[in-house]
């Protein structure tokens, strides 16, 4: 019997799995996939955004703001990678400059602080390849740049250490109301018995809600998103995020570095019917590419080496519905969190804990909310390199050329309790295969650890989901 | 015989050759184009390379190749031949896989060198 | 802290051939190479075609490089296995760090390198292909190293994007292994690859090659399903209605190769947009003085054979270099291309050094049936050959002699269609 179970694990379900660990209760999290933060925590912007653009007086306005602060508490304590870039707003003529008035006033009531005004000629001096047709900016300088599903990842991996159990390849069935709480029954034949359930499913969260609450007041309304990658090797090209002024379709498409030194186009926005689409298309593709141009100039095209696209669950409920269910006590819904999503993810994760369901429990002795700072080797230096190399060999052998990570960071990510047995997992975990070569050289090599390691043959190495093998059939065998 | 149209690869022209039915070739711009014409429709012949399968857990499979073109429409039957081979002990580049395959006259020798 | 006169990064076709001939019994040179064997790509190119120009033999991509091998152990040429260059700095000399299980990572001296790094494969990504991101999307390399090193196939029904002649090698070893391969789809109107390869790699197995077709869309949730090409006309613009459909569970993709330079980042080295890779002289230096590039790294080749001889050229200039023992100065002009050339190596002379003959390698636009290449300077003719049955896809080569040239003044390489 569990006392909570989150279903989903995202950066939502993640931060809440680990707001929960704090106290002495049985806490599990149902994750449909193969692997954890792989639907919308896997294809986003990755920014963590001021607050300045959510309308005031909603929950969206109040939780993008605590959820940006909370961000250098993430930073202490899981160690997350955290980008501090700041964020231009670009108006390019007088219209657009009376509603970027009207944004900095909605900001301001918000709380978002440090913001300034500046023209095109101060604007280029910080970002000298800002668009000649940018007339005005709002200066945001809150704005971080996070890598997503390494925040869930952290947030799950110190969730568990406190003794939150995690299962993968969950998808929930049916839940049925019991005196105890729930039944919750998931497609590998599992049956989860759970005093209370918390809804973060994302894009699925109204067909989750449905099934015990059928006329449920929202609807997902999934909106696509398509993007480009340019090679790392564009790190300072801009260094702001750069946002076109927002519409009633969304912030629009922005141009955003990365984390790691990568720069993000994108993202478009279209409704779309089927909440597994994550296709790209041409016609989404150049639209990322005519409007990236009215916001720098000279733009990389030739070092894009990736598109994809996600789908975030925008919903009927015009922000984010973060309650419990009407109709049954201690089922939450925690839904219809499209953008500021990840932004909000750590303020949500209180909200829900401290004012929702009001948990009224001291902090459990053994509660540790410290992560351990995870080896990412080529950054560590010399003198601790060669020390790390002494006492694991594998730091010296290189598996991914074109972003220097080691065998052991490879080896490293398979295992542990939130380890990956997949070529697309590892890719997450360590990010061999996200440079220039997009994994051309380094996925047999990857392919051959992960078989080694976790003592599979090489044809049953999956690249995401469960039965995706890289190797169809070994040649010249008798069956 | 029906007519058939082929391309030489004597040379990196490509010229575009017609054998008509009574076996004449036409097409070529030079003699050689003629030599590959009859000898493609009489009996077409290929080299085969291709590999074979090892116990040696550092090099699964030796490359092998055929030591000159065979009949095209033995191709198949070589390559069943070759899924048979398991090579267990050292093997130098140059050695004989299999002698005479399909009945050909021709071998099949190992391109590399396997050095444990 | 090791001092070595020579450094070369890359142990294949390239860096062999330049360790060969920079070759002599007073330097001190090594060969790093990043696999756990010599051979670079030649160990996976197990098909017939290499050594006719070199060797004047046709041999696989193992023979060759076995023969390469044998000479690189006859005169005791050192190289590290299973080692990676992360780095590589110019000061005096050049520090290179690399790194591997043994030592783990470190910084080794040289007085010159030739970079061999050879090419990296375009993906999907790398090319904008949309639709669905199943597993079932690789380069046709990888598909080829997976089979031929590894044993595996990485499908059963198999679609090819690019004639490039390794989507052309891959559609018969596929096919031959046991796999079905529904066709090749081919952007340009003509295919990219040597016609013996059409013939054999697809007419003999009755492949169709759908000319002027690209795929436009790919479909499949967690697997590939089908994929869509689409025939676009001469002004690249796609023509309804002429979708076709295929079945099929991979997708392999012979879409380019790119110069693998990564290690240029931290130098300040001059650049060839076209080529993406770094300009060189004559003598293959690039303006890094004392750093030298040859083989696929420097521009694509067609032939192994030629890899050879222009990486032959590198390392006796590289040898030149380090006995000279002093930097001179450089007078360098550039070698102009007119509309119809692609690119040209080498992109400028260097006057200051010019030793007979002198050879330009280039790749037209398009397809012409003869053409006359003129080479000018100060206006003057200086040089001129015609060339027949040129194509994009094949390497035009044109010599000229340090008696030709008539000043320091920059070339001018023209074509004319006749």
Same mark, same amino acid.
């Given at each position: #019997?569990?006392?909570?179970?989150?279903?989903?694990?995202?950066? +939502?379900?993640?931060?809440?799995?680990?707001?929960?660990?704090?106290?002495?209760?049985?806490?599990?999290?149902?994750?449909?996939?193969?692997?954890?933060?792989?639907?919308?925590?896997?294809?986003?912007?990755?920014?963590?955004?001021?607050?300045?653009?959510?309308?005031?007086?909603?929950?969206?306005?109040?939780?993008?703001?605590?959820?940006?602060?909370?961000?250098?508490?993430?930073?202490?304590?899981?160690?997350?990678?955290?980008?501090?870039?700041?964020?231009?707003?670009?108006?390019?003529?007088?219209?657009?400059?009376?509603?970027?008035?009207?944004?900095?006033?909605?900001?301001?009531?918000?709380?978002?602080?440090? #913001?300034?005004?500046?023209?095109?000629?101060? $604007?280029?001096?910080?970002?000298?390849?800002?668009?000649?047709?940018?007339?005005?900016?709002?200066?945001?300088?809150?704005?971080?740049?996070?890598?997503?599903?390494?925040?869930?990842?952290?947030?799950?991996?110190?969730?568990?250490?406190?003794?939150?159990?995690?299962?993968?390849? $969950?998808?929930?069935?049916?839940?049925?109301?019991?005196?105890?709480?729930?039944?919750?029954?998931?497609?590998?034949?599992?049956?989860?018995?759970?005093?209370?359930?918390?809804?973060?499913?994302?894009?699925?969260?109204?067909?989750?809600?449905? #099934?015990?609450?059928?006329?449920?007041?929202?609807?997902?309304?999934?909106?696509?998103?398509?993007?480009?990658?340019?090679?790392?090797?564009?790190?300072?090209?801009?260094?702001?995020?750069?946002?076109?002024?927002?519409? *009633?379709?969304?912030?629009?498409?922005? +141009?955003?570095?990365?984390?790691?030194?990568?720069?993000?186009?994108?993202?478009? *926005?279209?409704?779309?019917?089927?909440?597994?689409? +994550?296709?790209?298309?041409?016609?989404?593709?150049?639209?990322?590419?005519?409007?990236?141009?009215?916001? $720098?100039?000279?733009?990389?095209?030739?070092?894009?080496?990736?598109?994809?696209?996600?789908?975030?669950?925008?919903?009927?409920?015009?922000?984010?519905?973060?309650?419990?269910?009407?109709?049954?006590?201690?089922?939450?819904?925690?839904?219809?969190?499209?953008?500021?999503?990840?932004?909000?993810?750590?303020?949500?994760?209180?909200?829900?804990?401290?004012?929702?369901?009001?948990?009224?429990?001291?902090?459990?002795?053994?509660?540790?909310?410290?992560?351990?700072?995870?080896?990412?080797?080529?950054?560590?230096?010399?003198?601790?390199?060669? +020390?790390?190399?002494?006492?694991?060999?594998?730091?010296?052998?290189?598996?991914?050329?074109?972003?220097?990570?080691?065998?052991?960071?490879?080896?490293?990510?398979?295992?542990?309790?939130?380890?990956?047995?997949?070529?697309?997992?590892?890719?997450?975990?360590?990010?061999?295969?996200?440079?220039?070569?997009?994994?051309?050289?380094?996925?047999?090599?990857?392919?051959?650890?992960?078989?080694?390691?976790?003592?599979?043959?090489?044809?049953?190495?999956?690249?995401?989901?469960?039965?995706?093998?890289?190797?169809?059939?070994?040649?010249?065998?008798?069956? | 015989?029906?007519?058939?149209?082929?391309?030489?690869?004597?040379?990196?022209?490509?010229?575009?050759?017609?054998?008509?039915?009574?076996?004449?070739?036409?097409?070529?711009?030079?003699?050689?184009?003629?030599?590959?014409?009859?000898?493609?429709?009489?009996?077409?012949?290929?080299?085969?390379?291709?590999?074979?399968?090892?116990?040696?857990?550092?090099?699964?499979?030796?490359?092998?190749?055929?030591?000159?073109?065979?009949?095209?429409?033995?191709?198949?039957?070589?390559?069943?031949?070759?899924?048979?081979?398991?090579?267990?002990?050292?093997?130098?580049?140059?050695?004989?896989?299999?002698?005479?395959?399909?009945?050909?006259?021709?071998?099949?020798?190992?391109?590399?060198?396997?050095?444990? | 802290?090791?001092?070595?006169?020579?450094?070369?990064?890359?142990?294949?076709?390239?860096?062999?051939?330049?360790?060969?001939?920079?070759?002599?019994?007073?330097?001190?040179?090594?060969?790093?190479?990043?696999?756990?064997?010599?051979?670079?790509?030649?160990?996976?190119?197990?098909?017939?075609?290499?050594?006719?120009?070199?060797?004047?033999?046709?041999?696989?991509?193992?023979?060759?490089?076995?023969?390469?091998?044998?000479?690189?152990?006859?005169?005791?040429?050192?190289?590290?296995?299973?080692?990676?260059?992360?780095?590589?700095?110019?000061?005096?000399?050049?520090?290179?760090?690399?790194?591997?299980?043994?030592?783990?990572?470190?910084?080794?001296?040289?007085?010159?390198?030739?970079?061999?790094?050879?090419?990296?494969?375009?993906?999907?990504?790398?090319?904008?292909?949309?639709?669905?991101?199943?597993?079932?999307?690789?380069?046709?390399?990888?598909?080829?190293?997976?089979?031929?090193?590894?044993?595996?196939?990485?499908?059963?029904?198999?679609?090819?994007?690019?004639?490039?002649?390794?989507?052309?090698?891959?559609?018969?070893?596929?096919?031959?292994?046991?796999?079905?391969?529904?066709?090749?789809?081919?952007?340009?109107?003509?295919?990219?690859?040597?016609?013996?390869?059409?013939?054999?790699?697809?007419?003999?197995?009755?492949?169709?090659?759908?000319?002027?077709?690209?795929?436009?869309?790919?479909?499949?949730?967690?697997?590939?399903?089908?994929?869509?090409?689409?025939?676009?006309?001469?002004?690249?613009?796609?023509?309804?209605?002429?979708?076709?459909?295929?079945?099929?569970?991979?997708?392999?993709?012979?879409?380019?190769?790119?110069?693998?330079?990564?290690?240029?980042?931290?130098?300040?080295?001059?650049?060839?947009?076209?080529?993406?890779?770094?300009?060189?002289?004559?003598?293959?230096?690039?303006?890094?003085?004392?750093?030298?590039?040859?083989?696929?790294?420097?521009?694509?080749?067609?032939?192994?054979?030629?890899?050879?001889?222009?990486?032959?050229?590198?390392?006796?200039?590289?040898?030149?270099?380090?006995?000279?023992?002093?930097?001179?100065?450089?007078?360098?002009?550039?070698?102009?291309?007119?509309?119809?050339?692609?690119?040209?190596?080498?992109?400028?002379?260097?006057?200051?050094?010019?030793?007979?003959?002198?050879?330009?390698?280039?790749?037209?636009?398009?397809?012409?049936?003869?053409?006359?290449?003129?080479?000018?300077?100060?206006?003057?003719?200086?040089?001129?050959?015609?060339?027949?049955?040129?194509?994009?896809?094949?390497?035009?080569?044109?010599?000229?002699?340090?008696?030709?040239?008539?000043?320091?003044?920059?070339?001018?390489?023209?074509?004319?269609?006749?």
């Amino acid at each position: #019997m569990y006392d909570y179970t989150i279903i989903g694990a995202g950066i +939502i379900g993640s931060l809440i799995a680990r707001n929960l660990s704090k106290y002495d209760i049985k806490v599990c999290v149902l994750e449909k996939e193969n692997d954890v933060a792989n639907v919308q925590t896997r294809a986003n912007s990755a920014i963590v955004h001021s607050g300045h653009d959510p309308k005031h007086d909603t929950l969206k306005a109040k939780l993008s703001v605590l959820g940006n602060a909370l961000y250098d508490d993430l930073e202490k304590e899981l160690n997350i990678s955290l980008l501090r870039s700041g964020a231009f707003v670009c108006a390019h003529d007088k219209t657009e400059e009376k509603i970027l008035d009207d944004l900095y006033q909605n900001a301001t009531l918000n709380h978002v602080k440090h #913001m300034e005004f500046l023209t095109y000629d101060q $604007a280029k001096i910080l970002e000298p390849n800002i668009s000649p047709s940018v007339t005005k900016v709002l200066s945001l300088p809150t704005t971080k740049v996070c890598f997503p599903w390494e925040v869930a990842f952290f947030a799950l991996e110190n969730a568990i250490n406190n003794g939150v159990e995690l299962r993968r390849n $969950a998808l929930v069935t049916s839940i049925t109301k019991h005196d105890f709480g729930y039944e919750i029954k998931t497609a590998n034949n599992e049956i989860i018995q759970t005093k209370h359930v918390i809804n973060a499913s994302g894009v699925y969260a109204d067909d989750i809600a449905k #099934m015990i609450h059928p006329t449920i007041d929202f609807k997902i309304t999934p909106r696509k998103g398509e993007y480009f990658v340019l090679d790392k090797s564009v790190k300072g090209f801009i260094h702001h995020v750069l946002y076109p002024l927002p519409t *009633s379709k969304g912030k629009g498409v922005l +141009i955003t570095p990365q984390v790691h030194g990568n720069i993000l186009l994108g993202p478009t *926005s279209e409704f779309i019917n089927d909440k597994d689409d +994550i296709s790209t298309s041409t016609s989404g593709l150049s639209y990322i590419k005519e409007h990236a141009n009215s916001l $720098a100039k000279d733009i990389p095209y030739h070092l894009i080496i990736r598109s994809f696209a996600g789908v975030r669950s925008s919903s009927t409920y015009d922000d984010f519905y973060i309650k419990e269910d009407t109709l049954n006590k201690g089922f939450y819904q925690v839904a219809g969190i499209d953008s500021p999503g990840i932004t909000s993810a750590p303020a949500i994760s209180n909200y829900l804990v401290d004012e929702i369901i009001k948990i009224d429990l001291p902090i459990k002795k053994t509660y540790n909310p410290i992560l351990k700072k995870k080896v990412v080797f080529k950054d560590l230096p010399k003198k601790e390199k060669a +020390i790390k190399q002494t006492e694991n060999p594998l730091y010296g052998r290189i598996i991914c050329k074109c972003e220097h990570i080691t065998e052991q960071e490879i080896v490293d990510a398979i295992k542990g309790p939130l380890g990956s047995q997949t070529i697309k997992g590892i890719k997450k975990r360590a990010r061999a295969g996200s440079g220039l070569c997009q994994g051309g050289y380094c996925e047999s090599l990857v392919l051959k650890i992960i078989s080694r390691e976790t003592h599979t043959p090489l044809s049953k190495v999956n690249y995401d989901q469960l039965d995706t093998p890289i190797l169809c059939e070994e040649t010249k065998v008798k069956l | 015989m029906e007519g058939k149209d082929l391309i030489c690869i004597m040379c990196p022209v490509g010229c575009h050759l017609n054998v008509d039915k009574d076996g004449q070739i036409s097409g070529n711009k030079c003699k050689r184009g003629l030599i590959y014409g009859l000898e493609e429709i009489k009996s077409p012949k290929r080299m085969l390379t291709s590999t074979v399968k090892t116990n040696f857990i550092d090099m699964p499979r030796l490359p092998v190749k055929t030591s000159s073109p065979i009949p095209k429409a033995l191709i198949f039957k070589a390559m069943e031949k070759l899924n048979d081979i398991i090579i267990k002990n050292n093997v130098k580049i140059g050695d004989i896989i299999i002698e005479n395959i399909c009945d050909t006259h021709v071998d099949v020798i190992a391109t590399r060198s396997y050095r444990p | 802290m090791k001092r070595y006169d020579l450094c070369i990064i890359g142990g294949g076709a390239a860096g062999l051939s330049a360790a060969l001939a920079a070759y002599d019994d007073q330097l001190d040179i090594i060969i790093i190479e990043r696999e756990n064997q010599l051979g670079g790509i030649l160990n996976q190119c197990i098909h017939n075609g290499f050594g006719l120009h070199v060797f004047k033999e046709e041999l696989t991509g193992p023979e060759y490089a076995q023969k390469l091998i044998k000479l690189i152990y006859e005169k005791k040429i050192n190289f590290l296995l299973d080692t990676t260059v992360l780095d590589i700095e110019k000061t005096n000399d050049f520090k290179i760090t690399i790194s591997n299980i043994k030592d783990g990572e470190y910084d080794i001296h040289s007085k010159s390198v030739i970079l061999t790094t050879g090419c990296y494969e375009r993906t999907r990504g790398h090319i904008s292909i949309p639709g669905d991101r199943p597993k079932g999307i690789m380069t046709a390399g990888s598909a080829q190293r997976y089979l031929n090193m590894d044993g595996y196939l990485v499908g059963k029904s198999i679609f090819i994007l690019g004639s490039g002649d390794i989507g052309l090698i891959m559609a018969r070893r596929m096919t031959l292994e046991g796999a079905k391969v529904h066709g090749v789809a081919e952007i340009m109107p003509y295919s990219n690859g040597l016609t013996r390869n059409v013939v054999q790699c697809l007419n003999d197995f009755d492949i169709p090659l759908y000319l002027s077709h690209t795929v436009v869309d790919i479909k499949g949730k967690t697997q590939l399903e089908e994929i869509t090409i689409q025939e676009i006309d001469e002004h690249k613009n796609f023509i309804h209605g002429t979708q076709k459909t295929f079945k099929v569970d991979t997708l392999l993709l012979s879409v380019g190769l790119i110069p693998d330079v990564k290690l240029f980042d931290h130098l300040s080295i001059d650049l060839d947009i076209h080529t993406k890779s770094a300009v060189v002289d004559q003598n293959l230096e690039t303006s890094v003085t004392g750093l030298f590039l040859c083989g696929n790294a420097l521009h694509v080749h067609d032939l192994v054979d030629d890899v050879t001889i222009e990486s032959q050229k590198a390392g006796k200039f590289a040898r030149t270099f380090i006995h000279q023992n002093q930097s001179e100065q450089k007078i360098l002009k550039e070698i102009l291309i007119d509309e119809h050339i692609q690119h040209i190596i080498p992109q400028v002379i260097n006057f200051s050094n010019v030793v007979d003959p002198i050879e330009l390698s280039f790749r037209t636009l398009k397809k012409y049936e003869k053409v006359n290449v003129t080479i000018t300077q100060n206006n003057q003719l200086i040089k001129t050959k015609i060339l027949t049955y040129v194509t994009p896809a094949e390497m035009q080569k044109v010599s000229i002699k340090a008696s030709d040239l008539i000043s320091k003044n920059p070339l001018y390489v023209n074509l004319e269609e006749v």
